[in-house]
């Protein structure tokens, strides 16, 4: 299956555009969560949580699976293929763990925001979610930089699978889509 | 899928790139790191019981009674 160039250009155009804002919607959500985890203001405490729910269901998971989704129709409609660069591979690996983690947080986040949403928030009160939080905005934030640096530079490297067909390619004489 | 029949004319497959071996290193210490994390009971920790309060000073009941999440947020075991 090869993209023609018009569908090329806009599953790249969409795949770049969902992907750096999932980027930047985690460097959000992990302000949020340093302003939850730190702030001495009980409304800047309550609201940073309710915003991180709203942020995380309707910006940062519709982003997640629309970086998935692109990037997977984007490689199979291209010759880069999902299996046959490392770096494909590795960007497919990364993306994914990043949104099984996302998807698992969803349950922490909704407690913290049901919390928030009906008690004052202490200091000391649910710490140990509020740093999970934190942590996994942070570790999120990281491998999406690698997601990122990956696509920019895409470093050399075919797999197996991919030096056997480009060996193929060669043989039959086929230009690559 | 197309078959593989081993072909003497062709060259040997690349090998490994560094970045790649030293990337997948990486990667399993970070794994073997976060399951230590998680069977010590580290902070964040995750499992059953980690959002009622249990963790802090603070008494679970802040959530009224007869609250519920919103769709989507299965209530904490």
């Known amino acids: 299956m090869t993209l023609g160039p018009r569908l090329r250009r806009f599953v790249l155009t969409a795949h770049v ?17 340093i302003a939850g985890l730190s702030s001495d203001s009980a409304p800047t405490v309550r609201g940073a949580y309710l915003a991180m729910e709203v942020t995380a269901w309707f910006v940062i998971v519709p982003l997640a699976f629309a970086s998935l989704v692109t990037g997977v129709v984007q490689s199979l409609g291209t010759s880069w293929g999902l299996f046959r660069h490392y770096w494909v591979l590795a960007k497919l690996l990364l993306t994914l763990v990043a949104t099984v983690v996302l998807l698992f947080q969803l349950e922490n986040i909704g407690s913290m925001s049901d919390i928030a949403a009906n008690s004052a928030l202490t200091d000391s009160a649910h710490r140990g979610s509020r740093i999970s939080l934190l942590v996994h905005a942070g570790g999120g934030l990281v491998v999406l930089l690698m997601t990122t640096i990956l696509a920019v530079h895409k470093p050399p490297g075919l797999t197996r699978y991919g030096w056997r067909k480009q060996q193929e390619l060669r043989q039959t004489g086929e230009q690559p889509g | ?29 970070l794994v073997a790191v976060v ?11 995750h499992g059953p019981g980690r959002h009622s309060g249990g963790d802090d000073d603070s008494p679970p009941a802040g959530i009224p009674e007869g609250h519920e999440p919103p769709p989507g947020h299965a209530p904490p075991e």
Do not use: C, N, Q, Y
Not at chain 1, 17 to 33: I, K, P, Q, R
Not at chain 2, 35 to 45: I, N, Q, S
């Open chain 1, 17 to 33: 555009a969902s992907s750096v804002g999932w980027l930047g919607a985690v460097a959000a959500f992990l302000a949020l969560a």
């Open chain 2, 1 to 29: 899928m197309a078959e593989s029949h081993p072909d003497p004319e062709l060259p040997a497959p690349p090998g490994t790139p560094r970045w790649v071996k030293v990337s997948a290193v990486i990667g399993l210490v």
């Open chain 2, 35 to 45: 399951v230590v994390v998680l069977a010590t009971g580290g902070p964040g920790e």
